[in-house]
């Protein structure tokens, strides 16, 4: 079993930045793709960033292109998710997931493990 722990989650400014991290335990996660997924009140789940086993290719949502960087640190368990130049929209809980796979997949269902979200709140 894999415990996913976010971190990082808060409230901020249009313009500003948040780095949320999502501690793994119960399971060395070297192997698995890892997403940060975000959810906003009445709107479906959606993946934000992606990453695979090794971290040689990434994933991201059209709208955070250039804004957002997901990392992982594969010693550490532990995957990132940089955000800068937050902008209301961006409003919404945060999820990382683990998926039982190599190869970053977009849909929620594709995941194995979920972290119990955080949320990050953008004021204009």
């Known amino acids: 079993q894999v415990q996913l722990v976010e971190s990082g989650g808060g409230s901020v400014q249009a313009g500003g930045s948040l780095r949320l991290s999502c501690a793994a335990s119960?399971?060395?996660?070297?192997?698995?793709?890892m997403g940060w997924f975000r959810q906003a009140p009445g709107k479906e789940r959606e993946l934000v960033a992606g990453?695979?086993?090794?971290?040689?290719?990434?994933y991201y949502k059209d709208s955070v292109k250039g804004r957002f960087t997901i990392s992982r640190d594969n010693a550490k368990n532990t995957v990132y998710l940089q955000m800068n130049s937050l902008q209301p929209e961006d409003t919404a809980v945060y999820y990382c997931?683990?998926?039982?796979?190599?190869?970053?997949?977009?849909?929620?269902?594709?995941?194995?493990?979920w972290g119990q979200g955080t949320q990050v709140t953008v004021s204009s």
């Open positions: 119960g399971r060395t996660l070297s192997s698995y793709a």
């Open positions: 990453i695979n086993q090794i971290g040689g290719s990434t």
């Open positions: 997931a683990v998926r039982e796979g190599a190869v970053i997949r977009s849909t929620s269902s594709a995941y194995d493990y």
